[in-house]
T-cell receptor, first 113, second 110 residues
Framework: QQPVQSPQAVILREGEDAVINCSSS?????VHWYRQKHGEAPIFLMI?????EQKGHDKISASFNEKKQQSSLYLTASQLSYSGTYFC??????????????FGTGTRLLVSP | DTEVTQTPKHLVMGMTNKKSLKCEQH?????MYWYKQKAKKPPELMFV???????INESVPSRFSPECPNSSLLNLHLHALQPEDSALYLC?????????FGAGTRLSVL
């Protein structure tokens, strides 16, 4: 069963902040965040591991609450380039040499000037 | 070179045709993946190859046949597909904790 993301869609003006949530019904080992623009490859943003810390770079950060089986992606001072569909990818266990990801339902983000 | 290259970009095929999708990476990654993505849906894992051996088959119908001839190349052979198989097929590779994706092959089955 795939993780559920909220909101399904959000429209922002440039410079505004957004939070995207990812909730799983299963215990998680890791959460991966990707952004996909229309017609393009999904691009890796960051990974959060069980027992790890909150991560971030530039104006994008994320947190992972293992007990609640949830992760959140924080976008601050949004830029036009942030537009796209955001997916969380979850792992329920560690695999050697590869990742078995189940992607969430997706959140469509549109940043307008 | 941090690219995963997929060919062709677009493919139209009939239900009786046989075709192949190709994926190539030259990053030295030892894990490669096939995903299927329907419009406005998340990617769904189909197959995982690790060190050129099939590690995961997510109960994919036999009309999809993966092949990993070497560590840089991944193929997906298609035969007797159904119209519901029309989708974007994404390839990815990894060495470490995250995956690099190609832009995909958009497949239409008539």
């Amino acid at each position: 069963q795939q993780p559920v993301q909220s909101p399904q869609a959000v429209i922002l003006r440039e410079g505004e902040d957004a939070v995207i949530n990812c909730s799983s019904s299963k215990a998680l080992y890791s959460v991966h965040w990707y952004r996909q623009k229309h017609g393009e490859a999904p691009i890796f943003l960051m990974i959060l591991l069980k027992g790890g810390e909150q991560k971030g770079h530039d104006k994008i950060s994320a947190s992972f609450n293992e007990k609640k089986q949830q992760s959140s992606l924080y976008l601050t001072a949004s830029q036009l380039s942030y537009s796209g569909t955001y997916f969380c990818g979850t792992e329920t266990g560690m695999n050697t040499g590869f990742q078995k990801l189940v992607f969430g339902t997706g959140t469509r983000l549109l940043v307008s000037p | 070179d941090t690219e995963v290259t997929q060919t062709p970009k677009h493919l139209v095929m009939g239900m009786t045709n046989k075709k192949s999708l190709k994926c190539e990476q030259h990053m030295g990654h030892r894990a490669m993946y096939w995903y299927k993505q329907k419009a406005k849906k998340p990617p769904e894992l189909m197959f995982v190859y690790s060190y050129e051996k099939l590690s995961i088959n997510e109960s994919v119908p036999s009309r999809f046949s993966p092949e990993c001839p070497n560590s840089s190349l991944l193929n997906l052979h298609l035969h007797a597909l159904q119209p519901e198989d029309s989708a974007l097929y994404l390839c990815a590779s990894s060495q470490g904790q995250f995956q690099y994706f190609g832009a995909g092959t958009r497949l239409s089955v008539l």
